[in-house]
């Protein structure tokens, strides 16, 4: 790839060829997500008949966005459409962990003892050739993890996850990462009439709770007779203040730091994703770097969004193009907060020392976007 493309350049690597000229691009990266996923279409206008696209679905591919790799994967579909006067093609595909999405987890037994989350990474993954990044600390080991009937490798792997509060996402180069809320923060920050071209919120409490109770499944003797009862954990969203409890079973066995932990893993997901925002720049890369890329922090300041210089983390990014807006990209940005995930243990120590309801009720507003 030359060094001085111009900026608005997608190519789609496949076999050593490049295929350009897309009119139209989008492209999705998030941390929500564990596949990263595109689409590219061309239009022309021609005369004759239409000739066989020379990409075809299942074949592998790259894909850069300004001689920058974003997507390392598959094409998944190849979609031409012609009349008499234009001819289009469609192709849209997904990184490598895709097939962690949609294939299921089959491993010997499907029974481990004693393994964390890693290891059962490496066995699944291991027939799809696909990397693995372990970019936060794994905690303690389960006592045992079994592949439950059916389950696809990702809601496997995604069970685990939950227990002990990670997120699992891809990289550019089609790698499953194992990771947490990022810590980088970008130089650059976000401000309305300056470099926010739209921006939009939705707010909601549809989905939260004021009681979280994780449960444990309880645990038969010998004589098959439950041998104690079903331990459990619970914590509040103060900001929900009339009655309306979830019990969440946990995903396996678990001590009670466990499945407290478990409990805050729903609280946080569920409160940021109530609370939700999109920003959409002009561009595919920032300022004085490369592409804008999720899972960092930025500053934004947008008084239509209730955001007065908060520090806000990129969930997602959608970069696209076409020939109306030229190149675009849309930031999903939320309260770094709400992807903290194993915070709550923290906020938990700290509730204890907030004596007051009042007091209690300020650290939640603080977190809360959605009370901004």
Known sequence: MASDIPSGIAELKIDGVYYGGWKTVRVTRSIEQMAGT?????????????????????QACQLFLDSTAIITGW?????PDYDAEKHTIRIAGRDKTCDLVDSSAIHKSGQWHNVKIDQLAKDLLKPFGVGLV??????????????????????????????RALLLTSNPAGHLVITRAGKERLEVGLVEGRNIKAARAEFSRKERFSTYIAKAHGRLGADGDIEHASPSASVKDEIITRHRPLIVLAESH???????????????????????????????KRPG????????????TSPLLWLDNA?????????????????????????????????????SKLFGKLRTKEQREKREKAEDWSML
């Open 38 to 58: 595109f689409e590219l279409e061309v239009t022309e206008r021609w005369p004759g008949q239409p000739q066989a696209s020379p990409i075809k679905p299942g």
């Open 75 to 79: 094409v998944d579909v190849v979609s």
């Open 134 to 163: 372990v970019d936060a600390d794994l905690g303690k080991a389960f006592g045992s993890w079994n592949i439950q009937e059916g389950e696809t490798v990702f809601e496997c792997l995604e069970r685990a996850a939950r227990m």
């Open 311 to 347: 520090e806000m983390l990129i969930v997602g990014c959608t970069y696209s193009l076409d020939d109306r807006q030229g190149t675009l990209t849309e930031l999903a940005i939320a309260k770094p907060e709400s992807f903290q995930l194993l915070e709550g243990v923290s906020q």
């Open 289 to 300: 770097g490369g592409l804008w890329q999720p899972n960092v922090l930025v500053s934004v």
């Open 254 to 284: 678990s001590e009670n730091t466990s499945l407290r932990d478990r409990a805050e893993w729903e609280r946080n997901v569920r409160r940021g994703r109530s609370a939700r925002g999109s920003v959409t720049v002009q561009g595919w």
